[in-house]
């Protein structure tokens, strides 16, 4: 009868393997979670409206329906933002690099204005 032979790597071995799928994991996850933040980060700037100099810019948004549009007023006076047909409104008075967030859960057309100023109007079409 003959003795198996039997054939052992050396620890080194094993371990630089180990070492390598653990590297290639962690790697994977970092650039995973970067990806997933650019593409937050770019959602969100693309869901930004802007108050400058007495107007909504962009002037019109188109959303997808779940879309959180931030209004950020960045004039030196105070301004707000209301629906016409009285959807949403800010609670108060924006003033200067304030914020109001609504998230739409519904399509549809919704036009606003600044209820100080009422001749600054915009729309979000929500798709």
């Known amino acids: 009868m003959r003795t198996p032979i ?3 790597r050396p620890a080194a071995a094993r371990f630089a393997v180990s070492r390598a799928v653990i590297i290639a994991m962690l790697a994977g996850s970092i650039v995973g979670a970067m990806l997933a933040v650019a593409s937050v980060a770019a959602q969100d700037a693309d869901s930004v409206i802007t108050i400058d100099n007495f107007t909504f810019t962009p002037p019109e948004l188109t959303v997808a329906v779940g879309t959180t549009v931030k209004w950020v007023n960045h004039d030196d006076i105070p301004h707000s933002v ?3 047909d ?3 409104r800010s609670n108060a008075a924006l003033d200067t690099d304030d914020s109001f967030s609504y998230t739409f859960a519904s399509a549809g057309t919704f036009d606003y ?3 100080l100023h009422p001749h600054m109007v915009g729309k979000v079409i929500v798709k």
């Open 82 to 84: 209301v629906t016409k």
């Open 113 to 115: 204005f600044c209820g």
């Open 6 to 8: 039997i054939h052992f």
């Open 86 to 88: 009285k959807v949403f």
